[in-house]
């Protein structure tokens, strides 16, 4: 967990709203990658990114979820119109180039009522 | 595809040695982590493989073997903080590739 920053921490969403988590990797990583756990189940791969590019979204719904990593500022995962399946907690986590670790931050718990 | 299997509970005393298992069938195999998860938290990094061969790290030891697609997580004295849920996870694909994660062995350790 060193260095990973998430904000939110705990966000709490009605149906058919919109949910923005943010990302700031850990200093000196410029890749990103999201995962989502849900209750008593393992992690799961989204989606990763470098700085204005998504390598891969094969983890992705391919409706209401989206994904960037601008130039500036944070990585961001936006989920739209949220169901209350989508209540989870949601990592991300960043690496080097050389992919020899990667750290995770400390995960937003999206709740939808 | 990817398949990856580690056992889901394991128990072990105070002071023992447990080791965990962990298989995987990938294709672009990459390299392996394993990772801590206690409960309601986030997964923190424990090691990093790619190389066949043994990685120490103080209490803490990983094993992989690519021909038998095979790790292990070895956990030395153990201590009640030590109970927790350990995650299996294989890369592929180019070096700072996405991860595919096992389901996690939650191991309780006894007094």
């Known amino acids: 967990n060193a260095g990973v920053m998430q904000n939110p921490r705990h966000l709490v969403r009605r149906r058919g709203q919109e949910a923005r988590l943010r990302c700031s990797p850990m200093k000196g990583h410029s890749h990103v990658y999201w995962y989502r756990q849900l209750p008593e189940e393992g992690l799961k791969f989204m989606v990763y990114?470098?700085?204005?590019?998504?390598?891969?979204e094969s983890g992705m719904p391919k409706e209401r979820f989206s994904a960037e990593f601008p130039k500036e500022g944070p990585s961001i995962l936006r989920i739209q119109q949220v169901v209350r399946g989508d209540s989870a907690a949601y990592f991300c986590a960043s690496s080097p180039p050389d992919g020899t670790e990667q750290y995770f931050g400390p995960g937003t718990r999206l709740t939808v009522t | 595809g990817q398949n990856i299997d580690q056992p889901t509970e394991m128990t072990a005393t105070e002071g023992a040695i447990v080791q965990i298992n962990c298989t995987y069938q990938t294709s672009g195999f990459n390299g392996l982590f394993w990772y801590q998860q206690h409960a309601g938290e986030a997964p923190t990094f424990l090691s990093y493989n790619v190389l066949d061969g043994l990685e120490e790290k103080g209490r803490f030891s990983s094993f992989l073997s690519r021909s038998k697609g095979y790790s292990y997580l070895l956990l030395k004295e153990l201590q009640m903080k030590d109970s927790a849920s350990y995650l299996c996870a294989v890369k592929r694909g180019t070096n700072a590739g996405k991860s595919t994660f096992g389901d996690g062995t939650t191991l309780t350790v006894k007094p």
């Open positions: 990114l470098q700085k204005e590019n998504i390598i891969d």
